[in-house]
């Protein structure tokens, strides 16, 4: 499985991003999907996953509260929607697949995308 994210650039505080990854392979709709994303000189964090049912988790209420995470099998790609968004919100955001596991910790996906910069000007 190949992931190619896209989609992030440099917003002012408030303003919104949408990304994608896009993922090749003819099993995508069995992958569990996420993001992570990676802070200057921080380490890399989970995000969001969504499973191959549509069920959705964030890692704080917060995220939950401003992002959306989903997916289209048909199109084999999975979004990140981002509203309101922060100057912390900076990072590298990186999409991920697992074949059998929810995604928590950077141990969990077996599979990684290239990343795509996010940049929130306060």
């Known amino acids: 499985v190949q992931l190619q994210a896209s989609g992030g650039g440099l917003v002012q505080a408030g303003g919104s991003l949408r990304l994608s990854c896009a993922a090749s392979?003819?099993?995508?709709?069995?992958?569990?999907m996420g993001w992570f994303r990676q802070a200057p000189g921080k380490e890399r964090e989970f995000v969001a996953d969504i499973n191959w049912t549509g069920g959705s988790r964030y890692s704080t209420d917060s995220l939950k509260d401003r992002f959306t995470i989903s997916r289209d099998n048909a199109k084999n790609t999975v979004y990140l929607q981002m509203n309101n968004l922060k100057p912390d919100d900076t990072a590298v955001y990186y999409c991920?697949?697992?074949?059998?596991?929810?995604?928590?910790?950077?141990?969990?996906?077996?599979?990684w995308g290239q990343g795509t910069q996010v940049t929130v000007s306060s």
């Open positions: 991920a697949a697992s074949r059998s596991s929810r995604l928590s910790s950077t141990s969990d996906p077996d599979y």
């Open positions: 392979g003819r099993t995508f709709s069995r992958y569990v």
